[in-house]
């Protein structure tokens, strides 16, 4: 059974661990969100407590999506945008879930339960961005009520590569 829990501190060193390796799992599955290599510890450690001190500055909401045995099943936060002009906005800016986790609807779940918080939250407008190549993303924010609203064409360098960026927005 998987249970979604809002993180409001700092996670446990067992917890944070397993966080890590499943992004490891994931950037090494070829997952786009947002390393072109695994993190080192340090690099993964410094965006979590980036994400963490957000949460709890009243910035940012992140739900970790836990399985049984203390195994991490997934993830995502969204993050008002800084300028005091775009503060009522926010946007989703990482999701994943754990390589043996996907397809039973845990990410569908945690996007809802992130868009639900920011509407809590008074934000308007939540947006994202999607590499191009990654479809089954695509479809499921379209399915979640996100519309594409731009596409930047090659502006993302993954090595030789290069892939669309795709921006969607959710009006909450």
């Known amino acids: 059974m998987t249970t979604f829990a809002q993180v ?7 917890t944070a661990g397993n966080l890590y ?5 994931v950037v ?3 997952g786009a969100i947002g390393w072109v290599g695994p993190p080192s510890r340090a690099e993964f450690d ?3 407590d980036d ?3 957000a949460a709890q500055a009243g910035d940012a909401v992140a739900v970790l999506a836990g399985a049984a045995g203390g195994a991490i099943a997934g993830f995502g936060y969204w993050r008002r945008y800084a300028r005091p002009t775009l503060r009522v906005n926010a946007d989703l800016e990482k999701v994943f879930v754990a390589p043996a986790d996907r397809g039973t609807g845990i990410g569908g779940r945690l996007v809802s339960l992130l868009a639900e918080s920011a509407r809590q939250a ?7 961005d999607v ?7 695509l479809r499921l924010y379209e399915r979640l009520g996100f519309t594409e609203y731009g596409r930047r064409t090659g502006f993302v360098a993954v ?3 290069r892939y669309d960026q795709v921006l969607l927005s959710l009006k909450l």
């Open 51 to 53: 994400v963490v001190a």
């Open 159 to 161: 090595g030789p590569y």
């Open 46 to 48: 410094e965006w979590l």
């Open 122 to 128: 008074g934000i308007e407008t939540l947006t994202l």
């Open 21 to 25: 390796s499943v992004v490891v799992a």
């Open 8 to 14: 409001t501190g700092r996670l446990d060193d067992r």
């Open 131 to 137: 590499r191009g190549d990654n479809i089954g993303a």
């Open 28 to 30: 090494i599955g070829g």
